[in-house]
């Protein structure tokens, strides 16, 4: 009874009708005195040590707390601030003026130096040709041939 | 369930320290409420052992980011809850096997063979009128009624707002009045309100 009394002054509705006494009273006629079995406890203990161990066990404290690891922590973000930092530098954002230059499109001329290489091979093969002996006829004459060139 | 708080607080703080004779304090200060609304739920014992077990398992591996200023009763409750949910939801029925060990708890000295009877008729009636109702009504009768925990604790247990926890309760007591008043075997016997 005296149990019965202080969930009554927990509630906080009406709930004391005659609906609410009789789920009480048949609840706890129910499982009111169910224990779990003695078993359960190793059970869980079991289970328990062959789980890894959780996040707030000391060794893994120990592990998070050995000098080398804030070395490492400390390399690895050098490392990344110097790899991010590069970064910037190369995908700098343009200024405006920059930006417009960059982007209005232009014609580029072709530069020279494919025609002044075409230039030279034709004298290089006009110097040879002047230096190959002209072409005889039978009576030994020189054949002399008329190029055009455009 | 309702002990100082700085019982709980105590407890963790050791099993924090890898001490697990207070785990197993903390398992036999809670066992008996949490085993029996686990039975109560599902009606298996098997089951609210299984529930029971899996329980302490994740608590334990949980301990570590639960605020232990507060009682542990209702966070407790709220992963048995869950357990108890799915198991329901795994056996969408309600076991005949509660009927079995509810002979064997009636079994003790009552007054005369004529009273257990009536008794024992009374409180399957009651018992199989609260199987009827849906998971979450059924717990929140069974949080209420049997472990005597405040709304606010089962809306804390439920993630849900104090509104809905008192709308399940009012329901569900109308559900059960409206079936208890129906029942053939209580007819001329029993009369639940009027409402």
């Known amino acids: ?24 009273w048949s609840l706890e006629e129910t499982v009111g005195e169910a224990e779990p079995p003695a ?13 890894d161990a959780p996040a707030f066990s000391p060794r893994r404290r120990r592990r998070v707390a050995l000098p080398l690891a ?31 230059a960059s982007a209005t499109p232009t014609i ?12 030279m091979l034709r004298g290089y093969m006009l110097l040879q040709k002047e230096k190959e002996p002209l072409p005889r006829n039978h009576r030994g004459e020189r054949i002399v041939e008329i190029q055009k060139f455009r | 369930m309702h002990e ?30 949490l085993y029996q609304t686990a039975l109560a739920i599902t009606g298996d014992q098997d089951a609210a052992e299984e529930i029971l077990q899996d329980c302490f398992v994740r608590a334990y591996a949980a301990l570590g980011r639960v605020d232990a200023s507060t009682s542990l009763s209702p966070w407790l409750h709220r992963i048995v809850i869950n357990l108890s949910a799915n198991w329901v939801n795994r056996n969408r029925q309600w076991p ?18 004529e009273h257990a009877v009536e008794a024992l008729e009374l409180r399957q009636i009651v018992r199989e009128a609260i199987a009827t109702l849906g998971f979450a009504q059924r717990a929140t009768i069974v949080l209420f009624y049997l472990q005597g925990f405040s709304l606010s604790e089962i809306a804390y247990i439920f993630d849900c707002p ?23 075997r209580l007819a001329g016997e029993l009369a639940y309100g009027t409402s």
């Open chain 1, 1 to 24: 009874m005296e149990r019965l009394s202080t969930k009554q002054s927990r509630s906080t509705i009406s709930a004391e009708d005659e609906i609410g006494e009789l789920i009480r």
């Open chain 1, 39 to 51: 078993d359960v406890w190793h059970k869980i203990i079991a289970r328990i040590k062959e789980m």
């Open chain 1, 70 to 100: 804030s070395f490492v922590q400390a390399v690895v973000i050098s490392v990344l601030l110097l790899a991010f930092g590069l970064e910037v530098n190369r995908n700098m954002p343009l200024s405006q003026k920059a930006y417009q």
């Open chain 1, 108 to 119: 580029s001329k072709v530069s020279a130096p494919a025609e002044s290489d075409q230039d």
């Open chain 2, 4 to 33: 100082p708080i700085n019982e709980d607080a105590e407890l963790v703080a050791r099993i924090r320290c890898g001490n697990l004779d207070a785990f197993e304090a903390l398992y036999h200060k809670y066992k008996r409420p």
């Open chain 2, 96 to 113: 005949s096997a509660l009927d079995e060990w509810i002979d064997r708890l009636i079994a003790g000295p009552i007054a005369s063979p």
């Open chain 2, 162 to 184: 104090v509104g809905t926890v008192k709308s399940r309760l009012h329901y569900a007591c109308k559900a059960l009045r409206k079936r208890l008043r129906e029942d053939r």
